[in-house]
């Protein structure tokens, strides 16, 4: 009787001794998965990082300067006037002065200050 209930003992530690090796083995395996999951996730993310500064970089680049259409700057060839201005300018200097400033009233109409 008692090699009886001594075989069924040491069938259940080794029914939960298999089960102890096969958490384990899926706790690894879920935990490597997850390790990855955090390595992808991060690279991803430094990705974007990355593409969101060299649009950035490259906006700042590309964004015109301001200028006002009433420079007289001379540029380095044929000393003509910058090239964003174009040939037929207006220059500051021909422009009159004004006595009175126009300002629009919103209904059509020109008031003088």
């Given at each position: 009787?008692k090699?009886l209930?001594?075989?069924?003992?040491?069938?259940q530690?080794?029914?939960?001794k298999?089960?102890v090796?096969?958490?384990t083995?899926?706790?690894?395996?879920f935990?490597?998965h997850l390790?990855?999951?955090?390595?992808e996730?991060?690279?991803?993310?430094?990705?974007?990082?990355?593409n969101?500064e060299?649009?950035?970089?490259?906006?700042?680049q590309?964004i015109?300067?301001h200028s006002?259409p009433?420079?007289?700057e001379?540029?380095?060839f044929?000393?003509?006037?910058?090239p964003?201005?174009?040939?037929n300018?207006?220059s500051?200097k021909d422009?009159?002065k004004l006595?009175?400033w126009p300002?629009?009233?919103g209904?059509?109409?020109?008031?003088?200050?």
């Open positions: 009787m090699d209930s001594i075989l069924k003992i040491n069938d530690l080794r029914i939960l298999d089960h090796l096969e958490v083995k899926n706790t690894n395996q935990a490597t390790a990855k999951s955090n390595s996730r991060q690279n991803l993310k430094n990705e974007i990082i990355a969101v060299q649009i950035h970089k490259n906006y700042e590309n015109p300067r006002t009433l420079t007289e001379k540029c380095s044929k000393g003509s006037l910058t964003f201005l174009g040939e300018v207006i500051a422009i009159p006595e009175e300002t629009f009233s209904e059509g109409e020109y008031n003088h200050i």
